[in-house]
């Protein structure tokens, strides 16, 4: 399985707080049959993102785990001024390596004014494939999951977290995460993980639980079949 967002990095956001754990971290992920990850720090307004520091991180993560994980370097980009700013001016600074893809995370508060405008911008200005990551945690979105709808129609994939179908972040989340699932209108399966107990990076229960509710090939769909033509750079069609 590939896991395409997680805290594994240590020492720069609220993920892993030391290499030990991001070991630990990775050990997790490969007794679960984890076999790559993309690291996504956040970028955000606590948390500054150096593309050149982070990739530094992950080389010394790779030459700890001695081989028997492949990682890729991707971002958990918010939607701040200073970011789109930024974005535009280079967005391959925050891309998943080698792809058009893009992690978007909204504000646990609320939904950003005019997202649908930048949308537009991002798709065909910039050429991105936007990722929206757990839209099932939001309060709005938990309240009206539809609200997705025009953003995968205008390109965008949907990612729910794993431990959300679990119950790990409540009864909302998990009914959110099942009614996008019910619906189809979920494309990849993720940790989010943060450290190797309270978050850890485990896809299989969720895998099982979303097997049960749309198959076994649609479930396997989100964890392998998707996440691997992401980070091959093909396009994964947002509408069935």
Request: charge should be negative.
């Amino acid at each position: 399985m590939i896991d395409l967002h997680c805290h594994i990095l240590p020492f720069v956001d609220d993920g892993a707080a030391s290499w030990e754990i991001a070991e630990q971290m990775c050990q997790v992920a490969l007794d679960d049959g984890i076999t790559h990850i993309v690291a996504t720090p956040h970028a955000n307004s606590e948390f500054e993102y150096s593309r050149a520091d982070l990739s530094k991180h992950l080389m010394e993560l790779q030459t700890r785990v001695k081989g028997k994980m492949k990682f890729s370097l991707g971002c958990d980009f918010h939607l701040s001024y200073e970011n789109i700013q930024t974005l535009w001016a280079n967005p391959g600074r925050f891309l998943i390596e080698g792809t058009p893809y893009l992690l978007i995370e909204f504000s646990d508060y609320g939904l950003p004014p005019n997202f649908e405008h930048l949308l537009f911008g991002m798709t065909t200005e910039l050429k991105l494939h936007p990722i929206i990551t757990h839209p099932e945690r939001n309060p709005i979105l938990q309240r009206h999951p539809q609200t997705v709808l025009p953003w995968i129609e205008a390109g965008c994939l949907i990612q729910v977290t794993a431990s959300a179908l679990t119950g790990s972040w409540g009864r909302a989340a998990k009914e959110a995460a099942v009614w996008l699932l019910r619906s189809r209108h979920v494309h990849l399966l993720a940790t989010d993980a943060h450290d190797p107990k309270h978050r850890p990076p485990i896809l299989s229960r969720a895998r099982d639980i979303a097997a049960r509710i749309i198959g076994d090939e649609a479930a396997w769909n989100l964890v392998e079949t998707t996440p691997s033509m992401i980070l091959d750079g093909r396009i994964v069609q947002s509408v069935a």
